[in-house]
């Protein structure tokens, strides 16, 4: 098989694609011919050394990817060859091939096509989390996304407009406001042309409004704080920008506003049978609709990584063996 390798830490540009041998099924475990692998900014993290789980070199990266079930191992039962599958192994998706838990691997219905089932999970998984497990969403209630351009911003909007709420987007070009709304965002705001706080209040009626889902950090976050209404939630997801913001905690305390930590990846570790719940919720919903991902080949890993970090994309990426 072909597969990204991270012989050592550091930018994209160190990644090399590499011949390997095939794997093998192993008891509990089952083969995926992969047709799609997704590019997210914890791969990113991962070859980076800067994600909180650090693996050793050598390693093959990629956190979800999608195709076909080639060989099933021992004691693995609902699962069969030919089978559509979601891979979630953490590790192992930059490539044309993995070996994975059977616990790791999950049907896919027909109406998702592989690159859109592979930049699916983590996204709607976390905005699911983000909405609902930890914020306690409300139907009529309003909600703030920054990034909304971006995968987990567009996913945000999809779930929130899916739990009754109204959506405003903050992206910063037009083409990335555009798939904001047609993703479903009620009214978009460019940033470099409105200032946040005020623009936000006047669109939630002056008061502010009910939820921040930010996975950008940087200058956005301290005016997206003050714009939040009474009893107010901030949700922190990532920081794609590149800075960690320092907020004055006052913003914080007035009006009663609560600032809430977005950790999915961990917790879906630590938790695969509720998370198993959550991706089946969002099977079963019939309202969430992933956009199409760009698409690179696998070769042009490191570009695709590259223009992730700068944001330089709309939406999901996806890697085509």
Avoid at 39 to 55: E, S, T
Avoid at 119 to 131: D, E, G, I, N, P
């Amino acid at each position: 098989m072909r597969a990204v390798v991270c012989n050592e830490l550091g930018p994209p540009s160190l990644l090399r694609v590499e011949e390997r041998p095939d794997p093998e099924s192993r008891p509990g475990q089952v083969v995926v011919a992969i047709e799609a692998a997704g590019v997210n900014y914890v791969d990113a993290l991962f070859v980076g050394g800067q994600y909180q789980i650090k693996p050793p070199v050598p390693f093959v990266p990629g956190t979800e990817s999608a195709g076909r079930v080639v060989a099933v191992g021992d004691a693995v039962s609902g699962i069969e060859v030919g089978q559509r599958v979601l891979v979630s192994a953490g590790l192992g998706g930059f490539a044309t091939m993995v070996a994975a838990p059977a616990a790791a691997v999950t049907p896919i219905p027909d109406v998702l096509d592989a690159p859109r089932a592979a930049t699916f999970t983590q996204s709607y998984s976390t905005c699911l989390f983000a909405l609902r497990d930890r914020a306690h969403v409300q139907v009529g209630e309003s909600v703030l996304v920054l990034g909304a351009g971006g995968g987990i911003g567009l996913a945000a909007i999809g779930v929130a407009r899916a739990l009754g709420c109204r959506v405003l987007g903050v992206a910063s070009s037009e083409e990335k406001r555009a798939a904001a709304k047609a993703a479903g965002a009620d009214a978009v705001l460019d940033p470099a042309a409105e200032p946040v706080k005020d623009a936000t209040r006047a669109w939630a009626g002056g008061t502010g409004v009910d939820m921040v889902v930010d996975p950008i950090g940087g200058s956005l976050a301290e005016p997206s704080l003050r714009a939040l209404g009474d009893r107010g939630r901030y949700c922190v997801i990532g920081f794609a920008a590149g800075d960690i913001p320092s907020i004055p905690l006052n913003q914080v305390l007035l009006r009663n506003r609560t600032v809430i930590g977005i950790d999915w990846g961990i917790w879906a570790m630590q938790h695969a049978d509720t998370q198993r719940t959550l991706f089946g919720d969002l099977l079963a919903s019939g309202s969430i609709d992933p956009v199409h991902p760009v698409e690179y080949p696998l070769d042009d890993v490191a570009r695709a990584l590259e223009d992730l970090l700068g944001r330089r994309t709309v939406g999901k990426i996806a890697l085509i063996p």
